[in-house]
């Protein structure tokens, strides 16, 4: 009677192990992905907020020019950091860091007159945070909000 296993069945055996170990690297460099995804977009909406609270949407009694060249409605770029500090936000030096990455951004489309009559007066308004601006395609979330003129 034979005892222990053969050379074959060794080698199978380690190879079964190598592939499921393989698979599950492989997983867990995907979830760091993920992982450094969400920490992104979760900063951009930070960025967002940050964004709206220094520039809240005007009320339509406040916007006395046209919509799409107010400086109320249309924000240049600007980054979150700066609006951070801005408003007085207490920030570590990596949290100002990482902001300094991010942009927020507001402008309002251009409709012509007929259309805009044909809508009921109503503007699209895109407030748009980007990141990764070193990349050659930086990342970007665009928020966009229908504002009426009245």
């Known amino acids: 009677m034979k005892r222990g296993f053969s050379l074959i069945e060794v080698v199978i055996a380690t190879a079964i192990l190598s592939l499921g170990l393989v698979a599950i690297l492989a997983s867990f460099n995907q979830c760091q ?19 709206e609270m220094l520039h809240p949407m005007p009320e339509p009694d406040q916007v006395r020019e046209d919509p799409v060249s107010d400086k109320l409605l249309n924000i240049p770029a600007e980054t979150a950091s700066a609006m951070a500090e801005e408003l007085g936000v207490e920030l570590s030096r990596r949290k100002r860091e990482e902001l300094s990455d991010y942009t927020f951004e507001r402008t309002v489309d251009e409709i012509s007159d007929e259309e ?35």
């Open 33 to 51: 992905r993920a992982m450094g995804a969400s920490k992104r977009f979760e900063t951009a909406q930070y960025a967002l907020g940050l964004g």
């Open 116 to 150: 805009l009559e044909r809508n009921g007066r109503i503007y699209t308004v895109r407030t748009t945070v980007r990141w990764e601006l070193r990349e050659p395609k930086p990342r970007e979330e665009t928020v966009i909000t229908f504002w009426r003129k009245e």
